[in-house]
Structure formats: C-alpha cells, structure tokens
C-alpha cells in the first residue's frame, strides 16, 4: 500500500455519522421540531442546490455550513435565523473537534503514505481542508463538484489514485458510506476500511475489509491493510 484516501463528510469530520444524521438532532436541540422525511427533503434540497444558489469559491467550513443550514430553516421555518446561527455553530465546533483529535493520526500516516480526499462536496472542500489547517496533509482533493464524478462512480476513485501516482489497488479508500464509499471503492479495485461508528450490527462489507469504530482505529487496522 502507497496510498490511503479518505471520505471528509463523516469520516474526517466525525466517526461514521453522516451530515443528514448529524444535523437532524441539531435541529431539533435549537427547537425546530420536523418530521424526519420533511427534514430530510429539506437537507438534500439546499445540499444539491447549494453551489448553485451561491457562489462557494473559496469558503471554509463556518460559512459553508452557514449556508446550508440557512436554505434549511428558510425552508421549514421561515424567520427563524437563530436556529441555523444555533445549529451552525454546535456542528462546526463537533466537526473541528474531530479533525483536532484526527491530525496526529493523519500525520503518521503521511510519513508512511501519500494521502487524499475523495469526497461528494459543493466545490470548495480544499479551501475548507486548507482553512482548517489540513492543507499540507493531502497531495489530493476529490471534490465531485470540480471531478465531474460523484461517489459510487469508480471514476472520481481512479482520479485520485492517478493525481496520486499510484494503481487503484495501491490505495487505501476509508469511508463511512457503505453505498458510495465502499461499494465505489470496490468497483475501482481499491482495498477499503468501513469507518462503521457506533453501529451494533456492523460486518464487514466485503472478506478481510476491516470495520473500524472510530477513525482512531486505523492505527491498529493499518498494519494488515497494508
């Protein structure tokens, strides 16, 4: 193994818990009390359309996760700004916690291995990774918006193993997504590790595919996937 690529959304920034999931009890923590499917529409409303309502180039995380929140509440509560101020800031602080706890880890991989991301993102995750101070740590960054390809597609995989410099089965793929992470991975010929959380029933996708709890866990896992 040369190479180890990483999910951001759940897997960087949390351990297996993906920004729907994440957001939903937010919300509701902020008193803005919906039904989980009206909530769910509302979130892949402003997630799909949000690099097309505003102009992203060059946002961090805070202002990215600003807009997103407030297409929500617009949405489903309009008026109500101090939900999505609320909301906002219980997420950010949550996902720069994770990505402090994270960077030593990240840095012993990246004196052992290339790194990168391969992620469904609005266009502007490198400016999000750089703001956060994960810049240097990536020789890549996926972003489907400037691919062109969005996780499954096996393209947006092999992008990365090639800005790499390495084959697909030289690379590690780590995410929390059995449908795009994993299942796009395989198709692409990449060893990959299931970042499962906190799940209680969670088995291996695929035989000697290692499930791993929190992202932390890579650092036992590490020796056998390589």
């Known amino acids: ?28 923590q902020a008193g803005l009390s919906v039904s989980w499917e009206d909530f769910r529409s509302a979130f ?61 880890l990240l840095e012993g991989l990246r004196r052992r291995f290339r790194l990168g991301i391969v992620s469904n993102f609005y266009g502007n995750l490198e400016a999000v990774i750089a703001a956060e101070g994960l810049g240097p740590l990536f020789d890549v960054v996926a972003d489907s918006r400037l691919i062109g390809a969005s996780k499954p597609d096996k393209e947006i995989f092999l992008h990365a193993a090639r800005a790499l410099g390495v084959q697909p089965q030289e690379a590690l793929m780590v995410g929390d997504s059995l449908s795009r992470d994993m299942r796009g991975a395989e198709a692409a010929g990449m060893p990959h590790a299931w970042l499962a959380g906190a799940r209680p029933d969670a088995q291996p996708c695929c035989p000697k595919t290692p499930v791993l709890r929190t992202l932390l866990d890579m650092e036992t896992h590490i020796g056998q996937c390589a």
């Open 1 to 28: 193994m040369k190479a180890v690529l990483f999910d951001y959304g759940g897997t960087l920034d949390s351990d297996g818990i993906p920004w729907l999931d994440r957001f939903y009890p937010l919300y509701a």
């Open 44 to 104: 892949y409303d402003s997630d799909d359309h949000l690099p097309e309502r505003f102009r992203l180039d060059g946002l961090g995380l805070e202002r990215t996760v600003a807009l997103q929140t407030a297409c929500v509440v617009e949405r489903l509560a309009p008026g109500r700004d101090e939900v999505s101020r609320t909301v906002t800031r219980r997420f950010v602080e949550s996902s720069r916690e994770h990505l402090r706890r994270n960077r030593p």
